[in-house]
């Protein structure tokens, strides 16, 4: 299959992780917009089913699956930003809701793990898999920040972040190899954005907005990325098996990283990158119990 001119890779993939970092920064500094936004967005669910841009088990559930959690994320921003009063904002604003959204990341890897294994991906699937059992542990560090514009921050690690990238990066290029350009758009934008920002605790949340809006833009407008971006012609069987091979390769010496950090106690400063982030940690931790 012949693929589009070079030139317009560049320009529409550039472009689009330019607007995904000013998405993160505005959405991150206006959480009621971005509330209504998301809300907005799960309403248009009859021109999914309309035009078609959410087809399958695994669409339906993926798609699902961000936009219903990105509603009651901004919900529990919006609660800890303006310290609202009640039982229910009171529950939302409690320690442990953090397990909420360690269980929803837990649950978008182990979808794709599911659909890799399916497309006969064994070995990026077991990536996948070690990827969910290294997930930091919640809520010891996850939280919300107790300064505004209150940010969800999760202390992945810098090599954690880069497996979770190439990973669902493979899966995506056997999954779906038309719209592979596009996931590398909003996988670079959640990479670059905490290194501008200097706050590499926010990778989790740039993921969450950059992926819930390719999600939310494929389901009701399915034909702009393929007129853009389409990448079926990229797609390699051999690049395939290697790169999952690679990614199985590299995640295995992290998972035993993993765990002697969590043996010896040494997670407390290594997942936080120092002693920096400890403190900033040590805020969040003064959340409700």
Same mark, same amino acid.
């Given at each position: 299959?012949?693929?589009?001119?070079?030139?317009?890779?560049?320009?529409?993939?550039?472009? =689009?992780?330019? =607007?995904?970092?000013?998405?993160?920064?505005?959405?991150?500094?206006? &959480? $009621?917009?971005?509330?209504?936004?998301?809300?907005?967005?799960?309403?248009?669910?009859?021109?999914?089913?309309?035009?078609?841009?959410?087809?399958?088990?695994?669409?339906?559930?993926?798609?699902?699956?961000?936009?219903?959690?990105?509603? =009651?994320? +901004?919900? /529990?921003?919006?609660?800890?930003?303006?310290?609202? $009063?009640? $039982?229910?904002?009171?529950?939302?604003? $409690?320690? !442990?809701?953090?397990?909420?959204? #360690?269980?929803?990341?837990?649950?978008?890897?182990?979808?794709?793990?599911?659909? %890799?294994?399916?497309?006969?991906? #064994?070995? !990026?699937?077991?990536?996948?898999?070690?990827?969910?059992?290294?997930? &930091? =542990?919640?809520?010891?560090?996850?939280?919300?920040?107790?300064?505004?514009?209150? %940010? *969800?921050?999760?202390?992945?690690?810098?090599?954690?972040?880069?497996? @979770?990238?190439?990973?669902?990066?493979?899966?995506?290029?056997?999954? +779906?190899?038309?719209?592979?350009? +596009?996931?590398? /758009?909003?996988?670079?934008?959640?990479?670059? #954005? &905490?290194?501008?920002?200097?706050?590499?605790?926010? #990778?989790?949340?740039?993921?969450? @907005?950059?992926?819930?809006?390719?999600?939310?833009?494929?389901?009701?407008?399915?034909?702009?990325?393929?007129?853009?971006?389409?990448?079926?012609?990229?797609?390699? +069987?051999?690049?395939?098996? @290697?790169?999952?091979?690679?990614?199985?390769?590299?995640?295995? &010496?992290?998972?035993?990283?993993?765990?002697?950090? *969590?043996?010896?106690?040494? /997670? %407390?400063?290594?997942?936080?990158?120092?002693?920096?982030?400890?403190?900033?940690?040590?805020?969040?931790?003064?959340?409700?119990?």
């Amino acid at each position: 299959m012949v693929g589009l001119p070079w030139w317009q890779y560049v320009i529409s993939m550039s472009g =689009f992780i330019i =607007f995904l970092l000013l998405l993160i920064d505005f959405m991150r500094k206006h &959480p $009621k917009f971005t509330n209504l936004f998301w809300i907005a967005g799960l309403c248009t669910f009859p021109v999914w089913i309309i035009g078609g841009g959410v087809v399958g088990w695994f669409r339906w559930s993926k798609t699902l699956s961000m936009l219903l959690p990105i509603v =009651f994320l +901004s919900i /529990c921003r919006i609660a800890h930003n303006e310290q609202k $009063k009640g $039982k229910m904002w009171g529950f939302i604003q $409690k320690k !442990n809701v953090i397990w909420f959204f #360690y269980a929803i990341l837990f649950l978008n890897i182990m979808e794709a793990t599911i659909k %890799d294994v399916t497309l006969g991906n #064994y070995l !990026n699937a077991l990536c996948g898999f070690l990827l969910c059992v290294t997930i &930091p =542990f919640a809520p010891k560090f996850w939280g919300f920040t107790a300064e505004k514009p209150t %940010d *969800l921050v999760s202390y992945t690690t810098v090599s954690w972040n880069f497996l @979770y990238t190439t990973w669902n990066a493979c899966f995506v290029f056997a999954e +779906s190899p038309k719209g592979f350009a +596009s996931t590398c /758009c909003i996988l670079i934008a959640a990479e670059l #954005y &905490p290194i501008i920002k200097k706050r590499p605790e926010l #990778y989790i949340i740039s993921r969450v @907005y950059t992926l819930a809006f390719l999600l939310l833009l494929k389901a009701c407008l399915p034909n702009v990325i393929p007129t853009l971006m389409e990448s079926s012609s990229w797609y390699n +069987s051999q690049v395939l098996y @290697y790169w999952g091979l690679a990614n199985f390769i590299i995640i295995v &010496p992290y998972v035993f990283w993993h765990t002697w950090q *969590l043996h010896t106690g040494k /997670c %407390d400063v290594s997942f936080r990158r120092g002693k920096i982030n400890k403190i900033k940690i040590d805020k969040v931790e003064e959340l409700k119990v």
